[in-house]
């Protein structure tokens, strides 16, 4: 049962909803002409006009009644924030229960790794962002670590894998997933149709064909009922990157073991192994030996189960990894990759990211949803694309990149890129045209050098992982990357 919600938690609620009814009318009046609440303050409150156009200076009454003008969504909108906000307040409250010291308890190793998930730094940012408070989605039974320690519930590992596609109403629609327990039995395996029209199957990672899931019986909501029933008191979910099944399945769930957050690369900054590496690593195993690759949702549970079996056997915990050697077919040096397109953007608009002499050299240009009779992204997902650009050879490539305009960054893995605007096109992003990022495929010969920057500035950092502080408590500029000067650094 979600725990009521307070006057204070309330009140915020209503704050919320009121600032977004302004910035609907901010955006079009003519359209939402409701909700103008200066306008309507000034019509039915007496208030000094500084206060008029801030919600958070008015009553909850007044609020509300601005509110019931909206309509019972909005009204009913409130009361899901309200019991969301509580709901956290209570789970924060829990989590500082749960991290006290019980004396004469004694974690199970297993129990261990969900406190190792809750203590990572992402922890907080991927799982308490799940939109449980919302319509459609399901909320299990939840007990901290320390409730089920103190029960001497022992803990209940149960793996778990999803497959998605995107459809016009969600981006990452559920279409399979499979549950797997420790002994390796398949507790749960189905196909499942997706609401609205599929833009995406992604069948080149999953296998799967549009007719397969269209003829599937189960619904989301069939696939929820099965999970909230395997997930009694004591029962972990364990996955890769587990949060994006969880939002797939539109389930809150804790506690749980994501083996993203348990293992890292060396001096990589926001990358982790893939199941794949980790598997091959510690497990000794394969995964996706078919003959086309895709993945298969019962191997993937089960990976991720059995490695999370096995760290939880290990004495100490898995000292960070090295990161795989860099490696490239060589055809790839005559692409230039792109990537934060808005979907829509015709291939032209892209070629104009060239200067003319290099736009001569294009032979083709690779990607998904570009063009106006691309299919836009559903509400809440991803609004842009990626392609690759292929000029005639390495040396042109090559040449091309080092025309642009712009100062040289590397990505996480020591790739040149550059920071473009888009010309041409009538989209825009606040105002502005919309910046693309254009990378080169090879790694920057400056790598290793901001690489040991990287390391360098983390060795002088506090042992809690914060940067140096002066003496006025502000921090160093030591936490800023060192400027170094790369190949192909063009400024004008």
């Known amino acids: 049962m979600a725990p009521t919600p307070s006057s204070v938690e309330e009140f915020a609620a209503l704050v919320r909803v009121v600032k977004d009814a302004q910035r609907r009318y901010t955006t079009d009046p003519e359209k939402h002409p409701a909700c103008d609440f200066k306008g309507w303050v000034k019509t039915t409150q007496k208030r000094p006009m500084c206060q008029w156009g801030d919600p958070s200076r008015h009553s909850s009454e007044t609020l509300k009644l601005f509110v019931s003008t909206l309509g019972s969504e909005r ?39 969900v406190r190792r998930t809750r203590e990572h730094k992402s922890f907080k940012d991927w799982y308490y962002s799940l939109a449980s408070h919302t319509r459609g989605w399901r909320r299990t039974k939840y007990r901290p670590v320390r409730w089920c320690v103190e029960k001497g519930l022992q803990p209940r590992l149960l793996g778990i894998d999803c497959e998605m596609c995107e459809t016009d109403r969600d981006a990452r629609a559920l279409v399979g997933v499979s549950v797997v327990d420790e002994s390796g039995k398949v507790l749960l395996k189905t196909l499942v149709k997706p609401p609205g029209k599929i833009v995406d199957m992604k069948k080149e990672i999953t296998g799967l064909e549009e007719k397969d899931v269209l003829n599937a019986k189960k619904t989301l909501e069939d696939v929820q009922e099965a999970i909230v029933k395997l997930c009694k008191p004591g029962t972990v979910l364990v996955g890769h990157s587990l949060v994006y099944d969880l939002k797939a399945l539109k389930i ?44 298969d949702s019962v191997e993937d549970a089960k990976a991720a189960l059995d490695l999370a079996l096995w760290e939880s056997r290990q004495a100490t915990p898995t000292r960070e990894l090295d990161p795989p050697p860099f490696s490239l077919d060589p055809k790839e040096l005559s692409k230039l990759f792109i990537h934060r397109i808005p979907r829509g953007i015709e291939i032209d608009v892209i070629k104009g990211v060239f ?48 025309r642009l305009e712009g100062a040289v960054t590397l ?67 030591a936490h800023k990357r060192a400027r170094v000067s790369l190949p192909g650094d063009a400024r004008r």
Do not use: M
């Open 75 to 113: 009204e009913a909108e409130v009361t899901t924030l309200a019991e969301a906000d509580a709901w956290r307040k209570k789970r924060d409250e829990w989590d500082v229960w749960s991290a006290e010291e019980v004396v004469g308890t004694k974690d199970d190793a297993r129990w261990a790794l």
């Open 355 to 402: 200067e003319e002499q290099d736009r001569a050299h294009i032979t083709k240009v690779e990607g998904s949803h570009l063009g106006a009779s691309s299919t836009l992204s559903p509400p809440g997902g991803k609004t842009t694309t990626t392609c690759y650009v292929t000029f005639t050879d390495e040396t042109h490539a090559t040449e091309a990149f080092n």
């Open 252 to 295: 809150d769930h804790q506690p749980v073991i994501d083996t993203a957050l348990l293992f890292r690369y060396s001096n990589v900054r926001k990358s982790t192994p893939s199941l794949a590496v980790l598997c091959e690593k510690f497990l000794d195993r394969k995964l996706r030996e078919n003959a086309a690759g895709f993945h």
């Open 411 to 477: 990505d996480i893995i020591g790739r040149s890129q550059k920071f473009r605007p888009l010309t041409g096109t009538s989209i825009e992003v606040n105002g502005k045209p919309p910046v693309v990022v254009v990378r080169q495929n090879s790694q920057n010969p400056a790598a290793p050098l901001v690489a040991a920057e990287d390391a360098k500035r983390a060795a002088e950092r506090a042992p809690e992982g914060e940067a140096p502080r002066n003496k006025k408590g502000k921090r160093t500029s």
